[in-house]
């Protein structure tokens, strides 16, 4: 089972409304939880990286929120624009000691902005 | 500066060809890493680098290998290529390991792989 969990799958937005996606994950201990945006075609480009003692964090449009508690994080966009058309990916980082540390991917939400 | 590059962009394999996914960052990270991305499910770590002359393998290294012998590069190979491989393939590079540190990780473009 995937240890992090994107919701909703896709979703289709008018452009300069406003949208949050979810993301609840299950790694534990926690390290980092890190926003990333992927246009079609493209590699994933970061928005915001949270510790776990940070509750929000902005990019621009994009807020970040994270509960470490509950295990849940936020992504909210502000008046969207039709560039903001991209999959969003949120990846958790576990603490670990060995070389690399590790990353769990969840599997994207799909946003759609339409004019 | 490029960030990090990848080539080719697509590529079409026969089953049973091999071939190599290159990868070059200008950024002077010792981290490298290969991942590839599969329709409806998060991006999965196939090899990674510490440093030059450094790789171990991620959570799908069956199939690949790598190698690291400068800084700047790390290519994939495929060794005997099958439909199952069919993916997307991102490099990425970090200054730094993932788990405990706060950076930023930069991925490449992709290769977008099919094997017929």
Redesign the interface.
């Known amino acids: 089972k995937n240890q992090v969990e994107q919701s909703p799958q896709s979703l289709i937005i008018l452009e300069g409304k406003n949208c949050t996606l979810q993301c609840n994950y299950t790694v534990s201990p926690f390290s980092n939880l890190r926003w990333y945006k992927q246009d079609t075609g493209r590699g994933p480009v970061s928005l915001t990286i949270m510790t776990f003692s940070e509750n929000t964090k902005s990019n621009g449009r994009y807020t970040a929120t994270l509960d470490a508690d509950t295990k849940q994080s936020s992504l909210h966009i502000t008046a969207s624009q039709l560039s903001d058309s991209a999959s969003y990916i949120c990846v958790v980082s576990g603490m670990t000691t060995d070389s690399w540390g590790k990353l769990q991917f969840g599997a994207g939400t799909q946003v759609v902005v339409t004019p | 500066n490029a960030g990090?590059t990848q080539t080719p962009k697509f590529q079409v394999l026969k089953t049973g060809q091999s071939m190599t996914l290159q990868c070059a960052q200008d950024m002077n990270h010792e981290?490298m890493?290969w991942y590839r991305q599969d329709p409806?499910?998060?991006?999965?770590?196939i090899h990674?680098s510490?440093g030059a002359g450094i790789t171990?393998q991620?959570e799908v290294p069956n199939g690949y290998n790598v190698s690291r012998s400068t800084t700047e590069d790390f290519p994939l190979r495929l060794l005997s290529a099958a439909p199952s491989q069919t993916s997307v393939y991102?490099c990425?590079s970090s200054y730094s390991?993932?788990?405990?540190?706060?950076n930023?990780?930069?991925?490449?473009?992709?290769t977008r792989l099919t094997v017929l």
């Open positions: 990090v981290y890493s409806g499910m998060g991006l999965r770590l990674y510490v171990d991620g991102f990425a390991r993932m788990g405990l540190s706060y930023e990780q930069f991925f490449g473009p992709g």
